[in-house]
């Protein structure tokens, strides 16, 4: 069985032999024409500009975001103070959440500190874990300088505490890492350089290695968004909602000014898939065909273990101000209880994206005719038919019985977008 080193040394044979192909529908964009589907090279340089101001960070001259970031020694200038240059920051900053991770934590940061673009910190967030993780982490980050360990007081739910990655970060460039998955040494050079080709672009993607509990491989694939490159916005987020995925590709590569005002993660289930749906509304992609991201599949992950399990249980593990009654019922202090309503949330927040990134009427009423066709792609009308049902767990079961019972159980392999067998 094939199994990758995290480190980044592939053994039996090299994974980029596997999956040469090119990511469907994810291609370096051209530089869009003008209209007002797309946003423009400026907005982002701009972006870029201040953002970097705020935190007294300098990137190479020529780049998007690469200006003198002066504003700071500007205003000392005319208040007649002298103060040092500021301490020049880092292309990439690297969020890391993680709560009780101590199991695949050292492999993970293993494998990004071994990364052939050096340009970068990592940032560490730890929610009050109880187990080994802030030794392990502490112990990196008083090895190597580029990490930056926090640790929360109380565990403020998975939602907030990734948030808190992006607020600490510096960089042009931002990703989210979660705690058990790793790497391949030259992910960054390679996003990086695919971001720094497409000024427009607000996000890169890779092709995918999933593998195991053990560091397995279980399969190559690349998510297919077609038209997600496009310059029009109504495309780029149709190319993203109508497509079945595991939201692998939250995980990938942004630009940091193009997630300024965004939902970012957020405390609810699916929110994950919102954002890159927003991202979709905020410009095009890019994408690099190589399976860089390896992205591990075992028992106690939280789609498998929690989110498809108990949609309570999932609000629960979002945000911690989420409670439990007597009678085990999720519920948000002084707030209402999180709905079970997994799909209908998710095109609720659908609506209020196009509301908030879209104000050109016929822009804005291309991307509702998307949402329109919603419904009847990728079998959304039964997911939503199936959470209705999840209500009423008796008439669930019935209804699945009966499914069994005229088509039999079926054991096809898994496919981009399903979660594959661990057995």
Known sequence: ?????????????????????????????????????APQRRDFVEADRHLNSEVGTQTPAG??????????????????????????????SIGLPVYNGERYLAGT???????????????????????????????????????????????LGAGPNYDNCFHKARGTYFKWAAHDDCLAPEYLSKAVAALDAAPDAVL???????????????????????????????????????ARHQCEDF??????????????????????????????????????????????EHEARYTRAILLQDRRQAALWQDSTVQQDGGGAAKRSKAKAPSTLFHLVIYRKYLHLVRKN???????????????????????????????????????QRARSVKQMVFGKRDAPPQPGSLPNLK
């Open 1 to 37: 069985m094939l199994r990758v080193d995290i480190s980044g040394a592939y053994t039996a044979s090299r994974l980029d032999n596997i999956n040469n192909g090119q990511v469907m529908g994810v291609a370096a964009a051209p530089r869009p024409a003008e209209n007002s589907h």
């Open 63 to 92: 780049g998007a975001g690469g200006h003198e970031r002066a504003g700071s020694r500007a205003l000392t200038a005319r208040q007649g103070h002298h103060v040092a240059a500021p301490e020049p920051g880092p292309r990439v």
């Open 109 to 155: 940061v293993d494998s990004i500190l071994a990364q052939d673009f050096t340009d970068f910190e990592l940032i560490i967030s730890d929610n009050a874990s109880t187990d080994r993780t802030g030794e392990i982490c502490r112990a990196y980050a008083e090895r190597d300088g580029r990490v930056r360990y926090f640790r929360n007081e109380r565990n």
């Open 204 to 242: 890169c993607t890779v092709g995918i290695t999933e593998i195991g509990p053990n560091d397995e491989v279980l399969r190559t694939y690349a998510n297919s968004f077609p038209g997600v490159s496009s310059p029009a916005a109504a495309e780029r987020f149709g190319a993203v909602i109508h």
């Open 251 to 296: 995980f990938g590569l942004y630009r940091r000014s193009a997630l300024v005002g965004s939902g970012l993660h957020d405390n609810y289930s699916g929110s994950d898939r919102v954002l890159l749906a927003e991202m979709a509304l905020r410009g095009p992609w890019v994408g690099v065909p190589e399976p860089l991201f390896l992205h591990r």
């Open 358 to 396: 879209v104000p050109r009427p016929g822009a804005r009423a291309a991307c509702y005719w998307q949402l329109a066709r919603w419904w009847m792609t990728d079998g959304h009308l039964p997911d939503v038919l199936r959470d209705l049902l999840g209500s009423y767990p008796t008439v669930r």
